[in-house]
T-cell receptor, first 112, second 113 residues
Framework: AQSVTQLDSQVPVFEEAPVELRCNYS??????LFWYVQYPNQGLQLLLK??????LVKGINGFEAEFNKSQTSFHLRKPSVHISDTAEYFC??????????FGKGTLLTVNP | GAVVSQHPSRVICKSGTSVKIECRSL??????MFWYRQFPKQSLMLMAT?????????EQGVEKDKFLINHASLTLSTLTVTSAHPEDSSFYICSAGGGTEAFFGQGTRLTVV
């Protein structure tokens, strides 16, 4: 079975500050990991994904994430956030039959 | 990336009526689509897996007679909420393809009054 834990439900930061959104996973199948962003009343947009290879994954909008197998983590980072990064962020892991299991989400609020 | 169109984006219906939500993959064929439900400030919960030409597979606890899923073609899956009640009010999201190749629709906000 798969599970995803996002340790922070809300993360407030100031504009241009760095941010890290934490994600821990457990999976009995593959270790394909994803970060999605959701703006209010919209669907999900893929930020980045880890399938294999380099543990540092770069995504869109300046985000990156690092896969750490020993710590079963896949934390999302951005060195300098913008107001427009304010959104809900979901970490997900793929299970059997291509199903995705999502974490509960982290609301990132970027303040001026 | 691929485009998935979900329609309508918002719908308000009266209690007891049925509502159909469409999920279309616009530029690729999807043998598998997924339907999720999202409660306010919560995560996405998988409701069912929709397979083209066969019956949908429902997750535990999801009433198949209430949430009817039809995947009649490789580009269209529909979710019908039958005899809707206020507790069915939620945000419904579909994805075409799965896992590493999942593309999400824009979501449908259903309000049952």
């Amino acid at each position: 079975a798969q599970s995803v834990t996002q340790l922070d439900s809300q993360v407030p930061v100031f504009e241009e500050a760095p941010v890290e959104l934490r994600c821990n996973y457990s999976s009995s199948v593959s270790v394909y990991l994803f970060w999605y962003v959701q703006y209010p009343n919209q669907g999900l947009q893929l930020l980045l994904k880890y399938l294999s290879g380099s543990t540092l994954v770069k995504g869109i909008n300046g985000f990156e994430a690092e896969f750490n197998k020993s710590q079963t983590s896949f934390h999302l980072r951005k060195p300098s956030v913008h107001i427009s990064d304010t959104a809900e962020y979901f970490c997900a892991v793929e299970g059997s039959n291509y199903k995705l299991t999502f974490g509960k989400g982290t609301l990132l609020t970027v303040n001026p | 990336g691929a485009v998935v169109s979900q329609h309508p984006s918002r719908v308000i219906c009266k209690s007891g009526t049925s509502v159909k939500i469409e999920c279309r993959s616009l530029d690729f064929q999807a043998t598998t689509m997924f339907w999720y439900r999202q409660f306010p400030k919560q995560s996405l919960m998988l409701m069912a897996t929709s397979n083209e030409g066969s019956k949908a597979t429902y997750e535990q606890g999801v009433e198949k007679d209430k949430f009817l899923i039809n995947h009649a073609s490789l580009t269209l899956s529909t979710l019908t909420v039958t005899s809707a009640h206020p507790e069915d009010s939620s945000f419904y999201i579909c994805s075409a393809g799965g896992g590493t190749e999942a593309f999400f629709g824009q979501g449908t906000r259903l309000t049952v009054v």
